[in-house]
């Protein structure tokens, strides 16, 4: 008796691989720099690492290093010169200010609130525009319309100017200066995060993840969301200079965080009146801010040779 098996076959959908596109050529581009182009063998990112490494380092580790107290005041020892010049001591290595506090333990506590307000600046801007701009790309149309025109009336008004007009109004703080800083810098992530989606929308993984029925949030953040990951990076480590040259300037202002905190911003607005007796009251603070985002754009250089195509391309 013969047997007769039938076999129903069925359409299966395309195959899906997340982030397909983009996931093995990133990892690809980190795996060729690590084998060919190494942290180490690069000395302007091994430097600017090490500039960074010591300013987050110094920032997490703040009270466990400082020699004083950042904030005790000993107005007999007011002004005194760093240990290398005639009249300094050991005591206090980088010197005190007007009120007698020790310069040393104020830049390193100083470095925890350029450190914060930098960071997480970046990341309100970043999960902002990053947002936006997918969902600009994505639905096109007049979600694309508006959120390119409001962009653009906020890209219409100075970055500066805008900032110390929200932050004169709302208070000056650690959390609004971050929250200003954040929601005012969005669009540059918006801008690169918009073009790539709209490229990246066309794929066939995308269009097939489409066809399979999944839902518009797992499209973007699991199929699209991989694809931009290489810009997002590189504008985030490019951006957290500016944000941190941004608070030193606000600060300055007295539009920063308020004293008795210290910060390097406040502490070379502190020195302007004793340039001429005590200068290192304000150049010591500025040296801090000019080697931390030296250190950072270093860094922000060699994540943008490795993770941009165009940079990479031919290697």
């Known amino acids: 008796m013969a047997v007769t098996t039938t076999i129903e076959l069925r359409p299966q959908p395309p195959p899906i691989q997340s982030g397909a596109g983009s996931g093995v050529t990133i990892r690809r581009r980190w795996r060729r720099a690590w084998r060919k182009e190494t942290f180490a063998q690069s000395l302007t990112a091994l430097i600017g690492g090490l500039m960074v490494a010591l300013v987050v380092s110094a920032s997490i580790f703040a009270e466990a290093i400082s020699p004083h107290d950042p904030l ?38 100083g470095s925890r609130i350029s ?64 929250l200003v800083l954040g929601v005012g810098s969005w669009l540059f992530y918006y801008r690169v995060v918009r073009g790539e989606t709209l490229s990246v929308r066309e794929e066939p993984y995308v269009e097939a993840a489409r066809i399979v029925g999944c839902t518009t949030p797992r499209i973007l953040f699991r199929y699209i969301l991989p694809n931009v990951s290489a810009s997002i ?3 985030g480590t490019l951006f957290v200079p500016q944000v941190i040259l941004f608070e030193a300037g606000l600060s300055f202002l007295g539009l920063g965080v308020q004293p008795p905190t210290p910060t390097w911003g406040g502490m070379i607005a502190e020195g302007r009146d004793y340039v001429a007796s005590a200068w290192w009251l304000s150049v010591v603070p500025g040296f801090a801010i000019m080697l931390t985002v030296l250190g950072i754009n270093l860094v922000g250089d060699w994540l943008r040779e490795v993770l941009d195509p165009r940079q990479s391309k031919g290697r």
């Open 72 to 109: 005790a005041q000993e107005i007999t020892q007011r002004l005194r010169p760093p240990f290398w010049m005639e009249g300094g001591t050991g005591a206090n290595l980088l010197g005190t200010d007007s009120l007698g506090r020790d310069i040393l333990s104020r830049m390193i506590f």
């Open 115 to 178: 450190l914060i307000v930098g960071f997480s600046a970046v990341i309100v801007a970043g999960t902002i525009g990053v947002t936006l701009g997918m969902l600009a790309a994505y639905f096109k149309g007049a979600v694309d319309l508006i959120l390119s025109r409001i962009a653009d009336i906020q890209q219409a008004i100075p970055f500066l100017i805008l900032i110390i007009a929200v932050v004169a109004v709302v208070g000056a703080s650690l959390l609004n200066l971050i």
């Open 233 to 235: 990076i590189v504008i």
